[in-house]
């Protein structure tokens, strides 16, 4: 009786494993056939909550309009980091070599992520965990396997929730809109 106990919970997991491998691969092979994104995001950091559209270019590529009355835009080229006030005309420049958000701009360093991450599926969502140099976990819709959002920490322990909602796929954007503002 044992040994049968023994294959059922072996057999089980073989499933359970396969079918993890499965829903990797289909996200590996959706995110390959991105160049570049267009969203709407909400982003939630400390009780506060920003909303906006996003275009990401990959490799290392974002831009980001917020709906906010500083009229405020990221702009992330490679690693540099600029985050623009204009209804103040003022630019603030940040490194962000070291940030987890780095891990998301990059397919390789995404796909390696996706590849080692913990997977846990629901209905709808598909959350991978990853504990590597930075806590991170990425959502996935569980039915198109297109990116949703991401949660992160940034360098001064604040937990960021980012939710989007995919507008365009692979549509043509002109370089110069990644652009770091001069000084």
Partial sequence: MPLIKILFIIFFSTI????????????????N???????NFIQSINN??????????FPGKLKCYYSDKKEKEIVINNKKLAVT?????????YPVSKSPFM???????????????KLEKSEKKIKLFYYGENELIVYFDSKTSDLKGWKIKDQYNNEIFFDLEII???N????????????
Avoid: H, M, W
């Fill in 16 to 31: 359970g494993l396969s079918c993890i491998a499965d829903e990797k691969k289909q996200i590996i092979k959706e995110l």
């Fill in 85 to 93: 006030q204009k209804r103040y005309n003022k630019t603030y420049f």
């Fill in 33 to 39: 056939n991105i160049e570049s994104l267009e969203f």
């Fill in 48 to 57: 506060k909550t920003e909303k906006g559209r996003c275009l990401l270019k």
């Fill in 168 to 170: 365009n796929k692979n």
């Fill in 103 to 117: 891990n998301i701009l990059y397919k390789d360093k995404l796909v390696e992520i996706i590849k080692t991450g």
């Fill in 172 to 183: 043509f954007i002109k370089k110069e809109i990644f652009k770091i503002p001069n000084i």
